[in-house]
């Protein structure tokens, strides 16, 4: 059995996550961690980052690095997306981040975020029979990746990330704005799943990431043996007018929601709302699995004990841990 270990450097939250390979190729998580470094705060804002932000996110990593050192992991893979990719001084993070800790990071674009986590949710569900839509809402972009028997047959990556929304309803017109860009990239989505599909009806709709996993704690409708989740629309509409009534104080002392979950959820209820609107979907499917995990699935395909990684990984920085 070897241990492995994979991080993402999200545009809200860091996330790192540990696992054991299986004799039948599968990786079991064993542990998770989670820090609050909002990287894309300063990046949509300002464009770069701060040198206080470059040393939270080391100091994360710092942190990150200890539990992969007892974990006695023999590989690890970091990514980092929207917010590095946009930042002007992104790989003078990366060099820090490398410099400090002896961790490569590897800034992925929005492509190769959905072929991660599609490999994440194709380990979790059967999605092998019929056409299915995953949706994976981060605090930068927002990744799309229509799947037909099991199989990834186009992506999209838009800038509709929650925390970029953030900066968008802060200024003039801001819940204009907002909407406005909602109902632009929803009318493009539904122009391309047809073009993909001929239809938008799509038989399966999934989400992932911590807000889509929010909104379905929020709505009540946890269920299955795998710890799967589902979301009927309506209740997540219902969802949406309680956050909205609430502001963001509200869902802090109400809902318990924490300071970097309770300002973006509502964006990203909305979000989620609309893409279900636009290709009929009337039930979210949430595996609780998202780009960490898939980037451990794709490591524990390219690692063996004793070999090198294996020829093929095109994509990814890896290090030894």
Do not use: C
């Not at 999605?127 to 047959?153: F, P, R, W, Y």
């Amino acid at each position: 059995m070897t241990t492995l270990a994979a991080i993402d450097v999200g545009s809200n939250a860091m996330r790192m996550a540990i696992g054991k390979t299986r004799k039948n190729g599968r990786v079991k998580v064993v542990e998770t961690a989670r820090e609050p470094v909002r990287l894309g705060w300063d990046a949509f804002s300002r464009g770069r980052f701060s040198p206080e932000i470059i040393d939270r996110t080391v100091e994360a990593f710092h942190r990150f690095g200890e539990s992969i050192r007892e974990s006695g992991a023999q590989q690890t893979a970091a990514v980092a997306t929207s917010a590095v990719r946009e930042a002007r001084n992104g790989l003078e993070l990366t060099h820090r981040v490398r410099q400090d800790t002896g961790i490569d990071v590897s800034v992925i674009t929005g492509v190769e975020e959905a072929r991660l986590v599609h490999l994440a949710v194709s380990k979790k569900l059967d999605i092998s029979k019929g056409d299915a839509i995953l949706v994976d809402i981060g605090g930068g972009s927002v990744e799309l990746a229509i799947t037909s028997g099991g199989v990834m047959v186009d992506s999209r990556s838009y800038d509709l990330g929650t925390v970029r929304m953030l900066h968008v309803l802060s200024g003039d017109d801001g819940t204009g704005r907002f909407a406005r860009l909602v109902e632009d990239v929803a009318s493009e989505i539904r122009d391309w799943v047809s073009g993909v599909l001929g239809h938008h009806l799509v038989g399966v709709f999934i989400g992932t990431g911590g807000n889509v996993e929010t909104i379905g704690d929020l709505s009540g409708r946890r269920a299955g043996k795998m710890a799967t989740s589902y979301a009927y629309l309506g209740d997540i509409d219902r969802t949406r007018l309680e956050l909205e009534a609430l502001g963001f104080e509200g869902r802090r002392s109400e809902l318990g929601l924490k300071r970097d979950r309770a300002d973006v959820i509502y964006p990203a209820t909305v979000v989620l709302q609309s893409l279900m609107n636009v290709v009929w979907a009337t039930t979210l499917t949430i595996p609780r699995v998202g780009l960490r995990e898939g980037v451990l699935v794709d490591l524990a395909m390219r690692w063996r004990p004793g070999r090198r990684l294996r020829k093929q990984a095109r994509r990814g920085v890896v290090a030894a841990a």
